[in-house]
């Protein structure tokens, strides 16, 4: 889907409930009660939205970017806290509670009965640990694979509580048509979650693959190839990446997302360079040729199958050359027209892969720490740098597909946009959501 198009779905799914609100109605209420009702609507429409926006539905990621759909998860989140938060504070002076004869149908007071104020208060409480546990999430001694775990269930029971409480203390909620609105935008919600950890294994499970070698790239990089077991293979673009699960179940939540760096037209086999980093990818090396694995995908839009732009400015830091590999190997097996320009910057001279192949090419390789003999481009991967290698023609013209350390990408982004390129020529796939 287009940004546009996916923009105006956003806002037609999270308003309404607010919309259906107004249109049920009820006699008139203080301007602050109505504004705290809208609000606890308008940020439980949208925590059910953020199930949706979890970065496992390609229509959605796919249109807009990875990166792009999971800054939009986390900023609507925290929207969504600021507006749960406000939200009981802004009742003020509501009757107490017990029987209110004058208002059997809650037409135009409150509850105040706890047994139907104690779902709120719960989301209340647990909706801003969850946040502040995802934002927190690399600084506590835990897995990914437990964070992710945790994230999902915790966000499961406060779409729940919330549900009960919009229903049994909301005014609106609790009309028959919005009951059944919110049942239906609930189910919808947990349905995802459902569809990401059950039907989307059972697919996979049909679909095996096996590792067929493991390679040692450079001190800390590793190759990895992947052959489809009884099957086509996945269709892909170049540029694109994938869930890989490796070894375990395919109901399994231990999987790590990584970019292809292989060309489609290469073949069904699969490869990736794979970074050490943490758990798993420091454990690659071990990992037996024959395991079997599972891949969903393929996800990501830093693609450039299909523009029309006569330049392809490929711009690497470390790993981040996986996919602009994946791309430039395409364009190569293709006999692409377009010219394609690579920068790949790394700290030392053993940490660049596969320099025979890139030494074919139009490379620029930009060392942080060079050795003595070193006669190429040193430093990092600045402006005047970019500066050197791109007349302002091609800064014009050229689409810039960008990746690798967030620094590097924020630099050359700025740059960019300072040299005139169109952000639409700007492609980026950041490596790390934080
Ligand atoms: C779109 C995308 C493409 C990527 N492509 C590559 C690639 O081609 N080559 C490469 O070496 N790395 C790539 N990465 C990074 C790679 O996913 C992480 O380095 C890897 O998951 C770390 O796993 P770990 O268990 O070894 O480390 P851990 O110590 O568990 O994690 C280190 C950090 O990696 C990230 N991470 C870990 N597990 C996951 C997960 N399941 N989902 C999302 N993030 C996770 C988290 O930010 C975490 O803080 C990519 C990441 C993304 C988002």
Redesign the pocket.
């Known amino acids: 889907m287009k940004p546009v198009l996916l923009i105006t779905v956003y806002l037609g799914a999270v308003t309404l409930p607010l919309v259906a609100s107004w249109i049920v109605g009820g006699p008139p209420r203080p301007f602050h009660q109505e504004l705290a009702s809208g609000l606890g609507i308008l940020a439980f429409s949208m925590i059910l939205a953020e199930f949706i926006l979890s970065g496992r539905f390609k229509s959605i990621s796919n249109g807009i970017g ?1 990166d792009v759909t999971m800054r939009f998860h986390q900023v609507m989140a925290r929207t969504a806290l600021g507006f749960a938060l406000v939200h009981p504070f802004l009742f003020g002076g509501s009757p107490a509670g017990g029987d209110r004869p004058w208002d059997p149908t809650r037409q135009l007071t409150l509850t105040t009965d706890f047994s139907d104020l104690a779902s709120g208060i719960a989301a209340f409480l647990l909706l801003p640990c969850l946040i502040l546990l995802a934002i927190g ?2 600084r506590l001694n835990q ?3 437990t964070w ?1 775990l945790i994230h999902g269930l915790g966000a499961l029971v406060i779409a729940a509580l919330l549900l009960h409480h919009t229903v049994y203390a909301g005014r609106y909620g609790s009309q028959p048509v919005m009951t059944g609105l919110w049942v239906a935008m609930t189910a919808v919600a947990a349905g995802s979650l459902l569809y990401v950890y059950l039907i989307v294994p059972l697919r996979q499970r049909s679909r095996p693959w096996r590792l067929a070698s493991v390679t040692r790239l450079t001190p800390k990089q590793w190759e990895m190839t992947l052959t489809p077991d009884g099957h086509p293979g996945l269709d892909f673009k170049a540029g694109q ?1 994938v869930w890989l699960n490796l070894g375990h179940s395919a109901f399994s939540m231990r ?5 292809i ?1 292989s060309a489609p037209a290469a073949g069904p086999s699969v490869s ?4 050490e ?6 454990t690659i090396g071990q990992i037996e040729p024959g395991t079997p694995a599972y891949l969903d995908g393929p ?2 839009s830093l693609t450039v199958q299909g523009r029309p732009e006569p330049g392809v400015a490929l711009i690497a830091g470390g ?1 981040g050359i ?2 602009l590999l994946s791309i430039l190997r395409q364009m190569r097996l293709t006999d692409d027209p377009r010219k394609a320009r690579v920068i790949y910057g790394n700290r030392a001279l053993d940490q660049i892969a596969h320099r025979e192949e890139l030494d074919g090419q139009d490379v620029t390789y930009v060392l942080s720490e060079p050795p003595d003999d070193w006669a190429a481009e040193t430093g990092l991967i600045d402006a005047p740098l970019l500066d050197r290698l791109f007349t302002p023609e091609e800064f014009n013209t050229w689409v810039f597909v960008i990746c690798g350390p967030p620094a590097m990408m924020d630099g050359v982004e700025d740059h960019l946009l300072k040299r005139g390129t169109p952000s639409h020529r700007i492609l980026l ?6």
């Open positions: 990875m999430r690399t897995t990914h694979e992710r990446f999987e790590n997302p990584f970019s760096c990736f360079m794979i970074k980093l943490g758990d798993f990818t420091r996800y990501g790993v996986a996919p796939e950041r490596f790390d959501y934080e």
